[in-house]
């Protein structure tokens, strides 16, 4: 399935500002639109208001990942918690099972193998290894208990740890395929609203033909002006990790126009920063940040419209 991508050559903010100034205008002038077509009146006009507001309270994809953010922070603390059981549960292990070749053996069917991998957020190996814990507490629950060695209310707080843990991470996948769904319909409903705007536009301006200053009310690029007005170019830019989607604070922001002087700016603790009365055209956005490899992005400023970047850092690879 191809992607589905914006048919309005604006921010969305904007093209809500936009349906909004156009209908308010149709409302005006209702009565010669309802003479060219009867289709307008005031269900129609009732009809595209309520399409705006349901397009608006669709959540954006920065509050999608403030939530996702959430969520990760969530799950981390839970797979710390699991994570100090299992390591308990190692050393456990490595008690009852003193031969060093037993005691490998023992390790690996313990989930010994995921460890690197799980220590590095990796949720479906903590998954997995966790997992393995608690069968390998199951089976050999005899041989851990001996000698006073596993106290023997010591399975029911692992299993409470992996429980909280596995629900967490359940919902947290829950929610990534929420955020990937929930894109899309929002760019449909978005789509929906220009797709009513731009007949309504077109009918405006053959109704008002011979009036210049009502006709251009239904120019999309007229539109465009009065509600994006000189000064508020910009860009708003949110620094996120890749590994963690949390936001990373510091990053240094550089926007640059060839052969002019740059402009730097340093994220805040979220992860933010803006660039505001940009002049119009092509920039080069380039992020950097020490532990992570170097963004280089090609942004648009355009007339009036203070658009929104996110970039997501990827950690630098360790110097061998």
């Not at 031969?99 to 997995?128: C, F, I, M």
């Not at 899309?184 to 009036?211: C, E, H, R, S, V």
Request: aromatic fraction near 8%.
């Amino acid at each position: 399935m191809s992607a589905i991508t914006p048919r309005y050559n604006c921010s969305q903010d904007v093209l809500y500002a936009i349906a909004i100034l156009a209908v308010d205008n149709c409302e005006d002038h209702l009565l010669a639109f309802t003479d060219f077509s009867e289709s307008y009146d005031a269900d129609y006009i009732a009809a595209f208001r309520a399409a705006i507001e349901a397009a608006q309270a669709l959540p954006d994809e920065h509050t999608r990942a403030s939530e996702h953010q959430i969520m990760r922070i969530a799950l981390q603390g839970l797979g710390t918690t699991a994570t100090d059981k299992w390591l308990a549960l190692k050393r456990y292990i490595e008690k009852a099972y003193t031969d060093p070749a037993t005691q490998h053996v023992r390790l690996n069917e313990a989930g010994h193998s995921d460890y690197d991998k799980a220590a590095h957020e990796n949720w479906g190996k903590l998954k997995a290894m966790l997992l393995a814990g608690q069968s390998f507490i199951t089976t050999h629950s005899v041989e851990l208990l001996a000698n006073n060695n596993m106290p023997a209310g010591f399975p029911a707080t692992y299993d409470a740890a992996l429980t909280a843990y596995t629900d967490k991470y359940a919902a947290f996948l829950a929610e990534e395929e929420t955020a990937h769904e929930a894109t899309p319909i929002k760019i449909t409903a978005n789509n929906g609203l220009y797709d009513m705007l731009t007949p309504m536009n077109a009918d405006g301006q053959f109704i008002f033909k011979n009036d210049f200053e009502v006709k251009r009310q239904f120019t999309f690029e007229h539109q465009k002006q009065l509600v994006t007005p000189a000064g508020a170019a910009g860009v708003d830019v949110t620094v996120v990790s890749g590994a963690t989607f949390l936001p990373v604070a510091e990053a240094n922001v550089t926007m640059q126009q060839p052969e002019k002087p740059a402009t730097l700016l340093n994220t805040d603790a979220n992860g933010q920063c803006s660039f505001n009365s940009m002049a119009v055209g092509k920039y080069t956005m380039t992020v950097t940040k020490d532990g992570f490899t170097t963004q280089v992005i090609n942004v648009t400023i355009s007339t009036g419209v203070q658009s929104r970047r996110k970039v997501t850092m990827s950690s630098a690879p360790l110097a061998e």
